[in-house]
């Protein structure tokens, strides 16, 4: 089965700007998570979806950060404004059975300068 | 509230040997544990993971972890490490609220000598 889909790989963008994450989940998975990975830490999440509707979100910082999940498939993640502590690999998971497996993309490594 | 620790931020074995990366857990009901690694540049791959049954779980490319519940631990074992094992290895736990969010160690880098 295909993985994980996530776009870009990279992205270098200035402080005070906008940017956006996409990720396409294994078909069928009904639950995909938004994970932040600063240098030196492990993953944390951010946002979780069951289908299109937001199981967890307690550690979103909504004043800059927003997520969709359209149609229960594909999910996007923006940042706007970024700031500097924003610089992290930014991964997408999804699982098919709750709690029991998750499959991860290769994440997307954002620098803010 | 559920966690896990990794103590060790870095493990240095030589190839051919033995290896151990460390980890323990503090959760409120049964642990459903897991280890995945991350090479450079790259997602996390899973490895392994502990829902029931055998303390002893078989995992991906060689790797075993044995689940010590009297000592709250899950230690990731492999019998001969490779120069190729080396990468960033993490443990994790599922969250037991209704969210069901993996909550990850803080990472332990292995390096294998030639």
């Known amino acids: 089965e295909a993985g994980v889909a996530q776009s870009p790989r990279y992205k270098i963008i200035e402080k005070r700007q906008s940017v956006a994450f996409w990720c396409n989940p294994i078909?069928?998975?009904?639950?995909l998570y938004w994970y932040q990975q600063i240098l030196g830490q492990g993953p944390k999440l951010l946002i979780q979806?069951?289908?299109?509707?937001?199981?967890?979100d307690s550690q979103l910082p909504k004043d800059r950060f927003s997520a969709e999940r359209l149609k229960g498939v594909d999910s996007t993640l923006k940042i706007q404004p970024a700031k500097l502590e924003d610089s992290a690999v930014y991964l997408c998971?999804?699982?098919?059975?709750?709690?029991?497996?998750?499959?991860f993309g290769s994440g997307t490594r954002l620098t803010v300068v | 509230a559920q966690s896990v620790a990794q103590p060790e931020d870095q493990v240095n074995v030589a190839e051919g040997n033995p290896l151990t990366v460390k980890c323990t857990y503090s959760?409120?009901?049964?642990?459903?544990l897991f280890w995945y690694v991350q090479y450079p540049n790259r997602g996390l791959q899973f490895l392994l993971k502990?829902?029931?049954?055998?303390?002893l779980v078989k995992g991906s490319y060689g790797f075993e972890a044995e689940f010590n519940k009297s000592q709250t631990s899950f230690h990731l074992k492999k019998p001969s490490a490779l120069v190729s094992d080396s990468a960033l290895y993490f443990c994790?736990?599922?969250?037991?609220?209704?969210?069901?969010?993996?909550?990850f160690g803080t990472g332990t880098r292995l390096q294998v000598f030639p």
């Open positions: 998971a999804s699982s098919q059975d709750r709690g029991y497996g998750y499959t």
């Open positions: 078909s069928g998975h009904a639950t």
């Open positions: 979806f069951q289908n299109n509707g937001v199981v967890d």
């Open positions: 959760v409120s009901g049964n642990p459903y």
């Open positions: 502990y829902i029931t049954g055998d303390n």
């Open positions: 994790a736990v599922r969250d037991i609220s209704n969210t069901d969010k993996l909550i």
